[in-house]
């Protein structure tokens, strides 16, 4: 039995869109050649962070604390101790990233080894564009196998597979250094950065030829 004559495809379609949230990650990282001093740094610069985020004012920021880490680190000529903790600020007012991470720009001169990473924008996984995008990659993906029949002379047959190869959402990531400090800090911009979203689909029809 002859197998019927079948067209594949593959579409996709994109979209730039505003980011839902941001993430600004706070890390202190205190190094000395003893375990005790290196403590002690992290809890008082630590300390000066968790001051600065009850200083934020009232909006849905949310703080998710990381545990605290002390390890011995073999440098190559400097070996010594590193305490380190983290905390990450997750924001929903995009517009307003960089008032959540002035506070802590400016406290790069007091807090040693104070590193400031963000923002990183983020997409809500059940943003309304990644059901958009898909609906509009399956009728790209038909449309193509339509044009192919019809320039073989044929029409379009039933779908024998759909599948969905990927759905990639990509967050644009800012990254600074708290070396960047208070002073110059006004001078950057933290403009919510589009997130390029992508939905793409394999097709493959039944070809019915004259």
């Known amino acids: 039995m002859t197998q019927m004559p079948q067209v594949a495809v593959h579409a996709s379609a994109?979209?730039?869109?505003v980011p839902d949230s941001f993430e600004v990650v706070v890390r202190v990282a205190c190094r000395s050649s003893d375990a005790e001093a290196a403590m002690t740094a992290l809890t008082r610069g630590f300390a000066l962070v968790e001051e600065a985020i009850d200083a934020l004012p009232p909006s849905d920021v949310v703080a998710r604390r990381g545990a605290v880490s002390q390890r011995w680190i073999s440098w190559e000529r400097d070996?010594?101790?590193m305490a380190s903790r983290g905390v990450t600020l997750?924001?929903?007012?995009?517009?307003?990233?960089?008032?959540v991470i002035a506070p802590f720009a400016e406290l790069s001169g007091?807090?040693?080894g104070l590193e400031l990473d963000g923002?990183?924008?983020?997409?809500?996984?059940?943003?309304?564009?990644?059901?958009?995008?898909?609906?509009?990659?399956?009728?790209?993906?038909r449309a193509r196998a339509q044009r192919?029949?019809?320039a073989l002379g044929g029409t379009l047959g039933p779908l024998i597979e759909l599948a969905d190869p990927r759905l990639g959402r990509q967050a644009v990531q800012l990254s600074r250094d708290a070396?960047?400090?208070?002073?110059?800090?006004?001078?950057?911009d933290f403009t919510p950065e589009p997130i390029e979203v992508e939905a793409s689909v394999d097709g493959r029809w039944a070809l019915v030829l004259p």
């Open 179 to 188: 070396g960047m400090g208070g002073a110059g800090f006004e001078t950057m």
């Open 14 to 17: 994109r979209r730039e869109v």
């Open 110 to 112: 007091t807090v040693d």
């Open 148 to 150: 192919y029949a019809a």
């Open 79 to 81: 070996p010594g101790w």
């Open 90 to 99: 997750t924001g929903r007012d995009v517009e307003h990233a960089g008032e």
């Open 119 to 141: 923002p990183v924008w983020r997409l809500d996984p059940d943003h309304p564009v990644h059901g958009e995008l898909q609906a509009e990659a399956v009728h790209e993906a």
